[in-house]
């Protein structure tokens, strides 16, 4: 069952309080107001789909809150999606929270652009992040990216190193841009490593709406047809989806490499953690904490903000010990992401 938000702004109740906040003038004036006169109330953050216990993407939002949270000393809050949700009612959410007085306020996923685009007009003084999308260029929003090919290339090289069949697989949750990036960088490092080896790569879906982020069903499915065709490390970028190819991964005793979060520690997938090689990690909480900070210290992040290898903002976790422990490996991943740092190696991104 999905989480109720801790706003109680959900489905057709968000298009009401829309209408409501419009009728009670909720224009940039209110913002002038909100911004100039009282203090702020701290960082809120609204889910992508998938929502809070993803173990992935959203929860590393959640924890740039709680270390906001425990920063600042004030108390935040995150707001859940509905299902099947329009820009108006992301729009209306985040309308909402300026309202209220959270500053910053960031939407977690690229599919916020258009609502970020037009809560910032209306709230002027009000800073907003989006995570994941670079479109929105105003004088109030930071755009928070990553290099998320980089990592992924740095899995293709582990995925390439660890193979014992020659095979290994790519899960993508949503056939966009962005999931791109993640199989791009991916192959590249895979055919650097070991030419001999074959990748099999799937899309769940072409849109988000259809379920590719939030199916853990059909990460299974896909992960199992992948181990079918002789895959023995299977690497998906597909959020909550991802736990089901995980969970294949593990009934069939192949390697997983998970995404976003270190999904090795996540406690929901601890019976599995046996088959999590690694993970390619973007540090969303970090860019998440940082522009909370930014606006604490009256010097609020805007424009595009980029991750990468160099800032250690994507990387591989290293918890497992058989992945920490090899030394062939390690050695393998140092040269790599050495030669991506000084550009002899550049990455493709699609």
């Not at 906040?21 to 107001?33: E, N, P, Q, R, V």
């Not at 055919?191 to 849109?207: G, Y």
């Amino acid at each position: 069952m999905r989480r109720v938000s801790r706003i109680a702004l959900a489905g057709t109740a968000t298009v009401a309080l829309a209408a409501s906040l419009a009728a009670c003038g909720g224009t940039s004036t209110d913002a002038s107001k909100q911004s100039g006169g009282g203090k702020s109330k701290g960082l809120a953050i609204s889910y992508d789909v998938g929502g809070r216990g993803d173990q992935s993407f959203n929860d590393a939002a959640y924890e740039g809150l709680k270390q906001s949270e425990k920063a600042f000393g004030y108390k935040g809050t995150d707001v859940e999606p509905s299902d099947g949700e329009s820009d108006a009612d992301k729009t209306a959410r985040l309308v909402a929270l300026a309202k209220q007085g959270y500053n910053p306020i960031v939407g977690i996923g690229y599919s916020y652009a258009p609502a970020v685009k037009a809560a910032a007009a209306k709230y002027p003084k009000t800073t907003f992040g989006i995570v994941d999308d670079s479109t929105v260029q105003a004088k109030n929003v930071a755009d928070l990216v990553f290099s998320e090919q980089e990592a992924s290339y740095l899995a293709g090289v582990t995925a390439a190193k660890t193979t014992k069949s020659n095979v290994v697989g790519f899960v993508g949750g949503v056939d966009v841009p962005l999931i791109h990036k993640f199989q791009a960088g991916f192959e590249q490092g895979v055919k650097d490593t070991n030419k001999k080896a074959k990748v099999v790569s799937q899309f769940l879906t072409e849109t988000a709406d259809e379920g590719g982020f939030s199916s853990p069903d059909k990460g299974k499915t896909a992960a199992d047809g992948q181990i079918d065709k002789g895959a023995d490390v299977v690497y998906h970028a597909a959020g909550l989806s991802g736990q089901g190819v995980i969970q294949a991964a593990a009934d069939n005793k192949v390697w997983a490499i998970g995404v976003d979060s270190d999904q090795y520690r996540q406690g929901a997938l601890a019976k599995y953690k046996k088959y999590i090689l690694t993970s390619a990690t973007k540090d969303v909480a970090k860019a998440v904490y940082n522009l909370a900070k930014s606006v604490q210290d009256g010097k609020p992040e805007t424009g595009v903000i980029t991750g990468d290898l160099k800032s250690g903002e994507v990387a591989l976790a290293g918890s497992n010990p058989e992945f920490a422990d090899n030394a062939d490996l390690q050695k393998a991943l140092k040269t790599a992401q050495e030669k991506i740092a000084s550009g002899e190696i550049k990455v493709n991104s699609k």
